[in-house]
């Protein structure tokens, strides 16, 4: 299971760290990552981290503004959020899989979203 938790309110130009524990094992091949949803829009994909190795990928929108890191010996997966802008308000999801894809079919565990909202 996946907890995701972090968000909150947030001026823009702002940052926020989000955190995701994972309760269980994971295996050494998983894929975790985080995802995103506007209202009433489907989920898009946000980043993504090999949960062994330091490859991560990021959607346009937010590369360079947002890393992704976990903590192993702690099972937590972290979305490090900077230059927040009102457009990255949204419910953010984390997930994992065991494929290396930002499509949100290819994850098959799935937290509980964490509401994100930044002021202009």
């Known amino acids: 299971q996946l907890q995701a938790s972090g968000g909150g309110l947030v001026q823009a130009g702002g940052s926020l760290r989000l955190s995701c524990a994972a309760s269980?094992?994971?295996?050494?091949?998983?894929?975790m990552g985080w995802f995103r949803q506007f209202p009433e829009k489907e989920r898009e994909f946000v980043a993504l981290?090999?949960?062994?190795?330091?490859?991560?990928y990021f959607a346009d929108s937010v590369k360079g503004r947002f890393t992704i890191s976990r903590d192993r010996p702690e099972s937590t997966l972290y979305l490090h959020m900077n230059s927040l802008k009102p457009e990255d308000t949204a419910v953010y999801y984390c997930?994992?899989?065991?494929?290396?894809?930002?499509?949100?079919?290819?994850?098959?565990?799935w937290g509980q979203g964490t509401l994100v909202t930044v002021s202009s």
């Open positions: 269980g094992r994971i295996f050494s091949s998983s894929v």
């Open positions: 981290i090999r949960w062994n190795r330091d490859s991560t």
């Open positions: 997930a994992a899989g065991s494929q290396y894809s930002s499509r949100q079919y290819d994850c098959n565990v």
